[in-house]
């Protein structure tokens, strides 16, 4: 009965968090709009009503992984926890860059709690993209070449 219980509520929290995301996301839409510009997104990352931590980006391919754009680095000082977000050095100016951030930005206001499944909900919302175009232009990224 007791794991039961605790099933059901571990379901109510997941689905609680996923309401938050997007509710967040929808917010930041409606106050950032169209993030493609740096400018925009650099604005997008300084909101912390959208981005709990304060989060920088970084463009260095060495501690990124093969097969993926990105890896979340976290710093402690001063009492301030601060976040990096070491992109793909390809990602530099590249126009699909939100994409990337948008999918990461769960994880970084709520560590490994949000599931793949979430960052992707959260990203779709956040840029005004059905579920379903935002993976595809995720995967069409993926598949750019690099040179």
């Known amino acids: 009965m007791a ?4 099933t059901g509520l571990k379901a109510l929290g997941r689905s609680a968090l996923r309401e938050h995301l997007l509710g967040v996301a929808a917010h930041a839409r409606q106050t950032h709009g169209d993030l493609s510009a740096p400018a925009a997104l650099a604005h997008l990352l ?7 931590y304060p989060c920088t980006l970084a463009f260095d391919d060495g501690p ?7 890896t979340l680095t976290w ?4 009492g301030l ?4 977000l070491v992109l793909s050095a390809r990602l530099r100016g590249h126009p ?4 990337v951030v948008a999918y990461h930005l769960p994880s970084v206001n709520y560590g490994r709690m949000p599931t793949a ?6 990203g779709a919302c956040l840029l005004g993209l059905s579920e379903d175009e ?13 040179a």
């Open 3 to 6: 794991k039961r219980v605790f």
């Open 117 to 122: 499944d979430d960052a992707l909900a959260f």
């Open 96 to 99: 699909g860059l939100a994409l």
């Open 81 to 84: 926890k601060t976040a990096t």
């Open 46 to 52: 300084g909101d912390r009503g959208v981005v709990r």
């Open 64 to 70: 990124v992984r093969p097969g993926t754009f990105a």
């Open 75 to 78: 710093h402690e000082g001063a």
């Open 134 to 146: 935002y993976y595809a232009r995720l995967c069409a990224l993926m598949d750019e070449d690099p």
